[in-house]
């Protein structure tokens, strides 16, 4: 993965995401890496397609992260108008930001945890 930083912004495989969103993203990461134990690196690793490890842990640190971002409930739920505001700083493509609500929104999964890992391999599949 290529990142450039100018101005605030990263270009992440030729998307162009706000640093300061991204910075937030990984902070509330290690937070939660801490709090669980890991998976370490989880965004880093599926953004880079590599094995993420037991998907029950990870998708529990999936569920931790998108809640401490304020935008998934406990129940693995994507709180629409948290999403939206999310997805916006991440990106001022409006094509892009109408695709990532649409395909990554709506619960996908039969657990919680499961849901959020989910969300979060649709988000990284999005924004390479």
Do not use: W, Y
Request: charged fraction near 35%.
């Amino acid at each position: 993965m290529i990142i450039f930083i100018f101005f605030g912004l990263v270009m992440i495989a030729g998307k162009v995401v706000s640093t300061d969103e991204f910075d937030l993203v990984m902070q509330k990461s290690k937070e939660c890496e801490e709090e669980l134990g890991g998976p370490k690196d989880l965004i880093n690793k599926m953004d880079k397609g590599e094995d993420v490890g037991d998907e029950t842990k990870a998708g529990k640190m999936a569920l931790c992260i998108n809640g401490k971002l304020g935008h998934m409930n406990k129940k693995g739920e994507n709180i629409p108008d948290k999403l939206k505001n999310h997805v916006n700083k991440l990106t001022e493509d409006k094509k892009l930001r109408k695709q990532v609500i649409e395909e990554c929104g709506p619960k996908n999964g039969k657990t919680a945890p499961e849901a959020a890992l989910n969300f979060v391999k649709c988000m990284v599949k999005n924004f390479k």
